[in-house]
């Protein structure tokens, strides 16, 4: 079957995104892009995961139109056979063979395929698309990880010299515990604060303080 462009449901955009989605009938396409590239943090989709999202969905359409049948998780498979670095050309021509004897337009296919910086044009180029902001909550919180992980990272590099010093007899010490307290001062009262709790109440909150 010859793909062609769809009347009705035009594309949002001459992009080559919009073009696709027009071309292959992806008309929830800009909705479903959107969404899962403004979920929240650990959730969001990457630009590079919403461009294979992209390129399957047009993989799957063109084999839908072959009348290809596929199993779950077939498509996504192809698309790795057809793009992932690590498979070898053998196995990329065999399917490229495959599909191609079971009609479908394997060159048209792969030329309509979009990149993450095609997916990142589209979002923020065409739909206006952009990234929340994290809130007040959530920067704290983050602030508060970036020092934990910190800490346990000095830690477990002061466990690791001690016990090669200890190992090479430079030094001596039975069981110990490494405890990593960062502590800021603040030069107008000399009031000391962990880090943590400094986060946590926002400021030293002395009379002095110029910034909130
Ligand atoms: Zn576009
Ligand atoms: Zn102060």
């Known amino acids: 079957m ?22 292959y009938g992806l008309t929830a396409l800009d909705d479903d892009l959107v969404r899962r590239w403004t979920r929240t943090a650990g959730d969001r989709f990457s630009t590079r995961q919403l461009a294979r999202y992209v390129n399957e969905s047009i993989l799957r359409v063109a084999m839908e139109r072959a009348d ?56 923020t180029g065409c739909l206006g698309a952009s990234l929340a902001e994290p809130s007040d909550e959530e920067r704290r919180r983050r602030g508060v990880d970036r020092l934990g992980a910190l800490r346990s990272r000095t830690a477990a590099v002061t466990s690791d010299t001690i016990d090669q010093l200890e190992r090479a007899d430079l030094l001596s010490i039975g069981e110990y515990n490494v ?15 962990t880090a943590r709790t400094l986060l946590e109440r926002g400021g030293c909150h002395c009379d002095g303080s110029s910034e909130s």
């Open 179 to 193: 405890l990593v307290t960062v502590s800021i001062a603040c030069e107008n009262c000399h009031g000391q604060f």
């Open 68 to 123: 290809v049948r596929y199993r779950d998780g077939e498509v996504e498979n192809v698309y790795r056979l057809l793009t992932d670095d690590g498979v070898s050309s053998g196995t990329r021509v065999e399917t490229r063979t495959n599909l191609e004897r079971d009609g479908v337009p394997v060159e048209r296919v792969e030329s309509d395929f979009v990149s993450h910086q095609t997916v990142h044009n589209h979002l």
């Open 2 to 23: 010859e793909a062609s462009d769809q009347p009705g449901d035009g594309p949002s955009c001459s992009c080559k995104i919009g073009r696709a989605a027009g071309r």
